[in-house]
């Protein structure tokens, strides 16, 4: 069983930044792809990044790329969220994902739609 726990959400104007973290007690196997996505009441879950497990391949959704940096700490089991120039569409609350895949499947449409593994959630609000 894996656990995630997110920290790091919160509250900012247009063209601020947050850094969002999340602590995972243990990987499922070398196997395996981690991320982020946004979930907005009403609306499909989003991917936003994701990292393959094996060879750290990261991929970012369209509407984050040059603004969003994915990184892993790998002795702390954690992975952050780096997000700059915010603006209002990025507000939703955000998971930490797991999903136990073969890392060349890995992606941000997987990490939105296979739910093995994610954690209780932090909340992004971006004001105008």
């Known amino acids: 069983q894996v656990h995630l726990m997110e920290s790091g959400g919160g509250s900012v104007p247009t063209g601020g930044s947050l850094t969002l973290s999340c602590v995972a007690s243990d990987y499922p196997s070398s196997q395996y792809c981690m991320g982020w996505f946004r979930q907005v009441p009403g609306k499909e879950p989003k991917g936003v990044a994701s990292i393959a497990g094996g060879d750290g391949n990261i991929t970012y959704a369209d509407s984050v790329k040059g603004r969003f940096t994915l990184s892993k700490d790998n002795r702390r089991n954690t992975l952050y969220l780096q997000m700059n120039n915010l603006n209002p569409e990025d507000t939703g609350m955000y998971y930490c994902?797991?999903?136990?895949?073969?890392?060349?499947?890995?992606?941000?449409?997987?990490?939105?739609?296979?739910?093995?593994?994610r954690g209780q959630g932090t909340q992004v609000t971006v004001s105008s």
């Open positions: 994902a797991v999903v136990r895949i073969h890392t060349t499947h890995c992606g941000t449409s997987v990490i939105a739609s296979i739910l093995d593994y």
